[in-house]
Protein backbone atom coordinates (compact mmCIF):
# COMPACT_ATOMS: atom_id res chain seq x y z
CA UNK A 1 0.00 0.00 0.00
CA UNK A 2 1.87 3.26 -1.36
CA UNK A 3 2.59 5.78 2.37
CA UNK A 4 1.20 9.05 1.58
CA UNK A 5 4.10 12.01 2.74
CA UNK A 6 3.50 15.15 4.31
CA UNK A 7 4.69 16.75 1.17
CA UNK A 8 2.08 14.74 -1.23
CA UNK A 9 -0.79 15.58 1.65
CA UNK A 10 0.03 19.56 1.14
CA UNK A 11 0.46 19.62 -2.83
CA UNK A 12 -3.08 17.53 -2.99
CA UNK A 13 -4.46 20.07 -0.63
CA UNK A 14 -2.80 22.79 -2.80
CA UNK A 15 -4.64 21.20 -5.55
CA UNK A 16 -7.64 21.02 -4.02
CA UNK A 17 -8.69 23.47 -1.45
CA UNK A 18 -5.99 26.14 -2.17
CA UNK A 19 -7.85 26.53 -5.39
CA UNK A 20 -10.58 27.52 -3.25
CA UNK A 21 -9.14 30.28 -1.55
CA UNK A 22 -7.10 28.59 1.71
CA UNK A 23 -3.97 29.65 2.33
CA UNK A 24 -0.96 27.92 2.39
CA UNK A 25 -0.32 28.55 6.08
CA UNK A 26 -3.85 27.05 6.52
CA UNK A 27 -3.21 23.97 4.23
CA UNK A 28 -0.03 22.96 6.18
CA UNK A 29 -1.96 23.05 9.26
CA UNK A 30 -4.21 21.14 7.84
CA UNK A 31 -2.14 18.61 6.97
CA UNK A 32 -0.06 17.97 9.82
CA UNK A 33 -4.16 18.05 11.43
CA UNK A 34 -5.02 15.45 9.12
CA UNK A 35 -1.59 13.24 9.68
CA UNK A 36 -1.88 13.52 13.55
CA UNK A 37 -4.55 10.97 13.35
CA UNK A 38 -3.61 8.89 10.59
CA UNK A 39 0.51 8.64 10.53
CA UNK A 40 1.30 5.19 9.20
CA UNK A 41 -2.41 4.16 9.44
CA UNK A 42 -4.97 4.09 6.63
CA UNK A 43 -8.44 4.23 9.22
CA UNK A 44 -9.47 6.14 12.52
CA UNK A 45 -11.98 4.83 14.39
CA UNK A 46 -15.36 7.55 14.61
CA UNK A 47 -15.24 7.00 18.45
CA UNK A 48 -11.87 9.10 18.91
CA UNK A 49 -13.33 12.29 17.03
CA UNK A 50 -14.51 15.16 18.64
CA UNK A 51 -17.80 16.57 17.14
CA UNK A 52 -15.06 19.68 15.37
CA UNK A 53 -13.06 16.83 14.24
CA UNK A 54 -15.91 15.14 12.94
CA UNK A 55 -17.18 18.50 10.60
CA UNK A 56 -13.55 18.61 9.63
CA UNK A 57 -13.59 15.15 8.18
CA UNK A 58 -17.30 15.41 6.54
CA UNK A 59 -15.13 18.27 4.64
CA UNK A 60 -12.49 16.29 3.41
CA UNK A 61 -14.66 13.57 2.68
CA UNK A 62 -16.63 15.88 0.29
CA UNK A 63 -13.34 17.11 -1.28
CA UNK A 64 -12.62 13.04 -1.44
CA UNK A 65 -9.71 12.95 1.17
CA UNK A 66 -11.60 10.18 2.94
CA UNK A 67 -14.24 8.16 3.22
CA UNK A 68 -16.10 5.94 5.60
CA UNK A 69 -16.83 2.08 6.47
CA UNK A 70 -18.67 0.67 9.47
CA UNK A 71 -18.23 -3.27 10.82
CA UNK A 72 -20.55 -5.03 12.88
CA UNK A 73 -19.23 -7.04 16.03
CA UNK A 74 -20.73 -9.19 18.27
CA UNK A 75 -20.85 -8.73 22.16
CA UNK A 76 -21.26 -11.86 24.31
CA UNK A 77 -24.03 -10.14 25.95
CA UNK A 78 -25.71 -11.16 21.77
CA UNK A 79 -25.88 -7.66 21.40
CA UNK A 80 -24.24 -6.11 18.22
CA UNK A 81 -22.23 -3.06 17.99
CA UNK A 82 -21.40 -1.11 14.83
CA UNK A 83 -18.05 0.82 14.64
CA UNK A 84 -17.18 3.62 12.08
CA UNK A 85 -14.17 4.62 10.54
CA UNK A 86 -12.83 6.64 8.57
CA UNK A 87 -10.18 5.56 5.91
CA UNK A 88 -7.61 7.66 4.27
CA UNK A 89 -8.19 7.64 0.34
CA UNK A 90 -4.08 7.55 -0.17
CA UNK A 91 -4.26 6.58 -3.57
CA UNK A 92 -6.66 9.69 -4.34
CA UNK A 93 -4.24 11.52 -2.68
CA UNK A 94 -0.99 10.68 -4.14
CA UNK A 95 -3.43 11.38 -7.41
CA UNK A 96 -4.35 14.89 -6.56
CA UNK A 97 -0.96 15.27 -5.21
CA UNK A 98 0.64 14.59 -8.76
CA UNK A 99 -1.86 17.07 -10.84
CA UNK A 100 0.41 20.14 -12.13
CA UNK A 101 0.17 23.40 -10.05
CA UNK A 102 -0.49 26.25 -11.97
CA UNK A 103 2.60 28.37 -12.95
CA UNK A 104 3.20 31.30 -10.26
CA UNK A 105 4.13 33.53 -13.97
CA UNK A 106 0.34 33.19 -14.65
CA UNK A 107 -1.20 36.98 -13.72
CA UNK A 108 -4.58 37.63 -12.80
CA UNK A 109 -6.61 39.86 -15.23
CA UNK A 110 -7.22 42.09 -12.18
CA UNK A 111 -3.96 42.13 -10.63
CA UNK A 112 -2.82 42.84 -13.93
CA UNK A 113 -4.97 46.19 -14.36
CA UNK A 114 -3.01 47.30 -11.48
CA UNK A 115 0.60 46.91 -12.82
CA UNK A 116 -0.38 48.83 -16.00
CA UNK A 117 -0.78 52.00 -14.06
CA UNK A 118 1.99 54.42 -13.84
CA UNK A 119 4.49 55.48 -11.00
CA UNK A 120 3.11 58.82 -11.06
CA UNK A 121 -0.26 57.65 -10.67
CA UNK A 122 0.68 55.73 -7.33
CA UNK A 123 2.63 58.82 -5.98
CA UNK A 124 -0.16 61.02 -6.15
CA UNK A 125 -1.41 61.04 -3.02
CA UNK A 126 1.60 60.33 -1.19
CA UNK A 127 2.58 62.99 1.64
CA UNK A 128 4.73 65.24 0.45
CA UNK A 129 4.44 64.75 -3.54
CA UNK A 130 2.78 67.73 -5.97
CA UNK A 131 -0.95 67.57 -6.55
Given at each position: ??????E????????????????????E?????????F???????????????????Y?????G???T?EE?????K??????????????Q?????AI?????T?????????E????????????????
Amino acid sequence: MPVVSMEELILALKNTLGKKGMHESDLERLADYIMSFFGYNDSVIDNRLTSEDRDVFYMLEEEGFVTTTEEDVHLKKGKMWRIHYWILKRDQILRLAAIPQESKTEVDEMAAVYENISNDVWARDQPGQPQ
